[in-house]
C-alpha cells in the first residue's frame, strides 16, 4: 500500500492529467470555431436541388405528417353537421391586401418578358434539341451531360439557336370562372382555356381581365358538413356574355392594352440597363407570387409539371408520370411551391476571368445559374446575394495543363 503522501502525490498528478486534458480539449474546440468562423467569411457554397429520378415524387411543401392530420380533421368535420367558417379567400372573397400585389406580379411578368426578349438579341441562347438543356453565351459548351435516350455515344449535345421560351418556360393552367366550383373533368379539357399559371394565379387574387371572365362573390359563402353552400346566384345579371364573344373566332391575335406597354417608355438604350430592370422585374416577380401562393392554393403533380391554380386539381387523364396506370391516368396532386409555376433552368456560368467556352474535363470548377439569371449577368447586370453560392467565384479555374496540380 502507498503512503499517505503516495496517494496524495499521485491524486495531484490525475489532477493535473485531467486539467491537461480539458486545455487541450478546449484549445482544440476554440481552433475548430476559428476555422468555422473563417470559413464561414468566405463564400458559402449553395448546391443545386438534386434532379429527381422518374420514379421519385417531389418533396412536401408540407409535411406529409402534417396533411394527414389536417385530413382528418377534415374527415371528422364534415361527420358532424355544423357550420364553419372560413377567412378570406377559402371563402370565396379576395384578399383585398392583396389585390395590389397580384397587379404588380402581373405588371412585373409583362415587364420580365420585354426585358428578356430585349438582351436575347444581343446574347446567344442554345438549347439541345436531344435532352432539351440550355446554355446562354457564345460558344455553346462542351460538357458531356447529354445522357438521354437517342444521344450520342459521346454524350455530346446538339445545339440549335433558342429563345426566351427556353430561359422563361411557361407553366400553363385551365382558367377558372368559379375558384370554389368543381373541377375541370376530363371531358372538358378542350372546352376550357388553359393560360399562363402566374396570369390565372393573379386572376384569382383580383384582376380583372375581359377576355378571361371570372365570378367575384360579394357574399362569403358557407360550409356546413363539408357541403358549400352558396347563396349567391351561379350566374348573377351582372353578367352579361353575349356582348364580349369575338365573332372573329379562335384564330384571331388579341389586341394590347395600352395598360402592358406604359413601361416600354425607357430613359436608356443600352444593354446593360434592361438587364439591371430584368433582374430587379425578376426579384419582384419572385416575391410577390410567394406572397401570393400564402393565401391561394395552387396544385402541382408529385410526378409531371402539370399544375392547377385553385384550392383543388383537376380530373383529366393526362398524366403519363410514374405509375400513371394505377391512377388511371390522374395527377398525384399536391401543394405547390414557387419552383412549379416559375421553374428555374440552371445553365453553367461563364465568369469574366475565364475562357468562353467551357470544356468537359474542367466541368468541376464552373458553378450554375437560372438561364435568366445568367443572361441578364453576361449583359452587365449584377448578381444577388442569393445566386452567388451558386457561382463558385471562390474557385479559379485551372487550365488544362494544370488539372493535374490541383489538390
Known sequence: MLTAR????SNLCQIFIRNLYKETRTNASESRSFACTSCSNRLDSLELPRKLRKSERKPWVTDINEVKRKARLEKQE????????????????????????????????????????????????????????????????????????????????????????????????????????????????????????????????????????????????????????????????????????????????????????????????????????GMEALDKLHSGVLKLMEKYDVQACGYCNEVQVGPKGHRVRQCQAFKHQMRDGQHAWQQASTDDIIPPVYVWHVGDSQDRLLIDALKRYYGKLPAVVELFAQAGASVGEKYRGMMQEDVIVPSLDEENLVV
Open 78 to 277: 364534415r361527420t358532424m353537421v355544423r357550420e364553419t367558417n372560413f377567412k378570406p379567400p377559402k371563402n370565396g372573397l379576395l384578399v383585398k391586401g392583396l389585390i395590389p400585389v397580384a397587379h404588380d406580379v402581373l405588371a412585373a411578368r409583362n415587364q420580365l418578358l420585354f426585358y428578356t426578349s430585349r438582351v436575347a438579341h444581343s446574347i446567344s441562347i442554345y438549347f439541345c434539341s436531344v435532352c432539351g438543356d440550355v446554355h446562354v453565351g457564345d460558344p455553346p459548351h462542351k460538357i458531356r451531360t447529354c445522357n438521354v435516350s437517342g444521344s450520342q455515344t459521346n454524350k455530346e449535345h446538339v445545339w440549335k439557336r433558342g429563345g426566351v421560351e427556353h430561359v422563361l418556360p411557361v407553366v400553363e393552367s385551365f382558367h377558372l370562372y368559379d375558384r370554389l366550383g368543381r373541377a375541370v373533368s376530363h371531358n372538358e379539357r378542350l372546352q376550357v382555356d388553359r393560360i399562363p399559371a402566374i396570369v390565372e394565379l393573379c386572376i384569382q387574387a383580383g384582376v380583372d381581365i375581359p377576355k378571361y371572365a371570372t365570378r367575384r362573390r360579394e357574399f362569403p359563402v358557407y360550409y356546413v358538413a363539408g357541403r358549400l353552400i352558396d347563396f349567391e346566384k351561379k350566374f348573377p345579371k351582372t353578367d352579361s356574355y353575349e356582348k364580349d364573344i369575338n365573332t372573329s373566332g379562335f384564330w384571331a391575335s388579341p389586341k394590347s392594352s395600352n395598360d402592358d406597354q406604359k413601361f416600354l417608355d425607357f430613359p436608356f438604350d443600352n444593354l446593360k440597363g434592361f438587364a439591371v430592370r
Open 6 to 9: 503516495g496517494r496524495t502525490f
